[in-house]
C-alpha cells in the first residue's frame, strides 16, 4: 500500500518511490519538484551517469537530442554515451555502437506487430514477403545501451550497467547480420537517439544488400529535427515505421516519471504525422502508451489519444501493460479493466485503430 505524502491518501496505485499521488503532481508540483529531481539523481547516480546534462561554458555541444549538452573535457553528455576528449565530441559516432542484436522470429511481439508487414496484411508486395504474416522470416532486433531519458519504471533498464562498456559493433559489422531472411531491423533500447548516426549509417549499408527490408524505431521521439528527418526518410522509403513512446501528457507526470519534458516528444510526433500521407500503407507513424497503475490514468490517456485524433485518426495506437521493475517495482501489474477502459476512452476520442499489447502481462482488477 502506498502513502501520498502530500494528501495523506494512501491506494495501491501511490508509488512509495515516488511518494505522491498523480493528482496531488498535476496540482502541486512546483512544491514537491526538489524530491522529484532528488529521486531521479539518486537513479543515476547508482549507475555513474550525470544527474542533470551538462551545461558547461566551455562544454563541446551534442545537438543530437533534446538535452543539447555541453559537454566539458573527459566527460559524458546525460545519455553516457557522448563524451568529450581532446576538444571532440566522441561516442555515438557513425562507426561504433554500443549495442547487443539479437534475431527475432517473425511475427514478433514488436509494439507495431498488429499493422506492420512482418504480421499483419499490409505492404504487400512491395514490402513484404507474403500478404499476411511473414512466417519464416525473421527481424534484426538492435537494442542500444543508452537513453536520453531517466524513466523510473524502464522495462529495460539492465542496460545501464553496459552504458559505458568499451566493446563496440561497427555499422559494417551490424549491417553484416542481415541476411536473407532478414526483412526488417528494429532499433530500440535504452533509446535509439544517442547512437542515431551508426544507426542511420547501419541502415544505409543494410539497404545496399537487401530488400524488402523494412527500417524501423522504437524511441522516446527526442531527438533534433535534423536526424529526426533521416529517420523518416530510411523509414518511408523501406516500409518500416516509427514507434514513438507517448510516456504521458500532462508535464509535470512525464518529469516525475521520466526526469524530462516531453515537449520536444510532442512537438516531433506532430511533426512526422505531417509525412503519414506520403505513404499511408502500411503505417509510418505508430504511438504507444505503457499503462503505469496509477500515474498513466484515464485523464492522461484521453489527452493523449485526443492529441494523436486531433493529427490524424488512423494513426495506430497499442496500449501496454506494466510489469513493476526498476524504481516503480511497488506498484501492481497493469489491470485488465484499466487496459480495456483505455482501449474504449481512445477509440471515443476517434482513433481507428486501437490495441492491446503484451495483453499476457495484464494482472487482476484493482
Wanted: proline content about 6%.
Amino acid at each position: 500500500m502506498g502513502f501520498c505524502r502530500a494528501c495523506n491518501r494512501e491506494s495501491i496505485l501511490i508509488s512509495n518511490r515516488i511518494g505522491y499521488c498523480v493528482d496531488c503532481i498535476r496540482e502541486r508540483f512546483d512544491r514537491l519538484s526538489p524530491e522529484i529531481r532528488l529521486l531521479h539523481r539518486k537513479t543515476r547516480e547508482e549507475f555513474n551517469l550525470p544527474h542533470k546534462p551538462p551545461n558547461e561554458h566551455n562544454g563541446i555541444r551534442c545537438n543530437q537530442c533534446i538535452h543539447n549538452c555541453r559537454i566539458p573535457e573527459n566527460q559524458t553528455g546525460f545519455c553516457g554515451t557522448r563524451y568529450v576528449k581532446r576538444d571532440t565530441i566522441m561516442g555515438g559516432r557513425p562507426h561504433e555502437g554500443n549495442l547487443s542484436y539479437y534475431y527475432d522470429p517473425l511475427p514478433t511481439n514488436c509494439v507495431a506487430s498488429f499493422i506492420c508487414p512482418g504480421g499483419a496484411e499490409t505492404g504487400y508486395p512491395e514490402f513484404s514477403k507474403s500478404k499476411g504474416p511473414e512466417f519464416g522470416y525473421k527481424n534484426l532486433a538492435v537494442f542500444y545501451h543508452s537513453c536520453s531519458f531517466n524513466c523510473l519504471y524502464c522495462q529495460n533498464y539492465h542496460f545501464k550497467h553496459m552504458t559505458f562498456s568499451s566493446e563496440r559493433i561497427s555499422s559494417k559489422e551490424l549491417a553484416g547480420a542481415v541476411d536473407d531472411r532478414t526483412t526488417c531491423i528494429c532499433y530500440f533500447g535504452g533509446d535509439p537517439t544517442p547512437h542515431i548516426l551508426h544507426a542511420i549509417k547501419s541502415s544505409s549499408l543494410a539497404l545496399k544488400k537487401a530488400r524488402p527490408l523494412r527500417i524501423c524505431w522504437e524511441t522516446n521521439g527526442a531527438m533534433a529535427i535534423p536526424y529526426l528527418n533521416r529517420i523518416a526518410e530510411l523509414s518511408l522509403k523501406s516500409g518500416g515505421c516509427i514507434k514513438f513512446d507517448l510516456k504521458a501528457w500532462d508535464e509535470k507526470v512525464h518529469l516525475t516519471l521520466c526526469g524530462v519534458s516531453n515537449k520536444r516528444t510532442l512537438e516531433n510526433f506532430s511533426y512526422l504525422s505531417n509525412l503519414i500521407k506520403k505513404r499511408p500503407d502500411p503505417p509510418f507513424l505508430i504511438a504507444s502508451i505503457l499503462l503505469v497503475p496509477g500515474y498513466i490514468d484515464e485523464k492522461e490517456v484521453k489527452a493523449i489519444a485526443s492529441f494523436i485524433s486531433g493529427l490524424n485518426r488512423d494513426i495506430p495506437l497499442s496500449l501496454l501493460g506494466f510489469h513493476p521493475t526498476f524504481f516503480l517495482d511497488d506498484l501492481p501489474r497493469t489491470s485488465r479493466r484499466h487496459a480495456l477502459e483505455a482501449r474504449e476512452i481512445a477509440l471515443s476520442e476517434g482513433l481507428r485503430s486501437v490495441h492491446i499489447g503484451n495483453y499476457h502481462l495484464l494482472g487482476d482488477e484493482y
